[in-house]
Nanobody, 123 residues
Framework: QVQLVESGGGLVQPGGSLRLSCAAS????????MGWYSQAPGKQRELVATLTSGDNTNYADSVMGRFTISRNNANNTVYLQMNSLKPEDTAVYYC?????????????????WGQGTQVTVSS
């Protein structure tokens, strides 16, 4: 079983910063990609940023230039540095990890989600 443990959320004023962490553990052969998604109350879950095993990054237009996704390969941890936070960034942020694992004699892809961490931007 693969587990994702998230941390780093909290309450900050507009213009402030937060750093989210997501640590993956368990039966992992290779991490294919990791990413962050946000979900505000009453809204759909949306992609915020992704990072592939080749260190290719992708950002939502709304966070580009303010958020940075990074990864520590040694401990399978992905980070989301959030700067210049806005009230509209308020949401629950979820970590997603796509991994390659072995089932029988085959490599298969599996996706896992963290439990979410609350980010609230308010004065």
């Amino acid at each position: 079983q693969v587990q994702l443990v998230e941390s780093g959320g909290g309450l900050v004023q507009p213009g402030g910063s937060l750093r989210l962490s997501c640590a993956a553990s368990g039966r992992i052969f290779r991490i294919i990609a990791m990413g962050w998604y946000s979900q505000a109350p009453g809204k759909q879950r949306e992609l915020v940023a992704t990072l592939t095993s080749g260190d290719n990054t992708n950002y939502a237009d709304s966070v580009m230039g303010r958020f940075t996704i990074s990864r520590n390969n040694a401990n399978n941890t992905v980070y989301l540095q959030m700067n210049s936070l806005k009230p509209e960034d308020t949401a629950v942020y979820y970590c997603n990890t796509a991994i390659a694992t072995v089932e029988g004699s085959r490599f298969v892809r599996r996706d896992y989600w963290g439990q979410g961490t609350q980010v609230t931007v308010s004065s």
